[in-house]
């Protein structure tokens, strides 16, 4: 199995979430070659809007409600996502102790993976992480363009996100 096979199942659910109207973002938690759990954002339609219903922490939930999490070294597990995390969702994804995040898409605006952990505090600095971006970028970019060019689609509508998305060639 490879990233781009993985990435795809996250961007499978990426185009569900835009049929339904919310953000695209995909994500699947991956064990062995296997994934255990998946994740799609939620809470971005007019009347439901709210900020932590991300797919990764969705995703992180969902692997508490499997009771797998404390049976298996959660470093040897991989989050994709079809977006670079946000702060929020990283710093969850470091306390969960997974080892490595992979994304398609960057987040211009709210990216959280480039941050310098040296700096933080220990409970963050401490956590061993490896970041792969840019897999399968055309594909996910396609889905965000595809969001924000229409107009009943009204989350981050006029963002620094929405006017980066627009402006790439594919």
């Given amino acids: ?20 109207g919310e ?9 062995e070659n ?8 939620k809470g971005t339609i007019a009347g439901t809007v709210n900020e932590t219903d991300h797919a990764e922490i969705i995703a992180l939930r969902n692997l508490s409600d499997t009771g ?8 040897r597990m991989t989050l994709y996502s079809t977006m670079e995390p946000c702060l929020m969702c990283f710093g969850a994804i470091l306390l969960s102790g997974i080892g490595t995040i992979v994304y398609a898409f960057e987040d211009v605006m ?15 600095r401490n ?8 897999v399968l970028r055309s594909k996910s970019l396609e889905i965000f363009k ?20 627009l402006a790439q060639k594919d």
Avoid: Q
């Fill in 1 to 20: 199995m490879t990233h781009e096979y993985f990435m795809n199942e996250a961007l499978r659910l990426a185009g569900i979430a835009l049929k339904e």
């Fill in 23 to 31: 953000f695209p973002v995909g994500c699947v938690i991956v064990f």
């Fill in 146 to 165: 595809a969001y924000f060019s229409n107009p009943s689609n009204f989350y981050w509508r006029g963002s620094l996100l929405a006017d980066y998305t």
């Fill in 68 to 75: 797998i999490n404390n049976d298996i070294d959660r470093s």
């Fill in 34 to 41: 296997k994934i255990i759990v998946s994740g799609s954002r």
């Fill in 110 to 124: 709210g990216g959280g993976t480039k941050i310098d952990l040296k700096t933080l505090s220990p409970l963050y």
């Fill in 127 to 134: 956590r061993k992480l490896s970041v792969i971006p840019g």
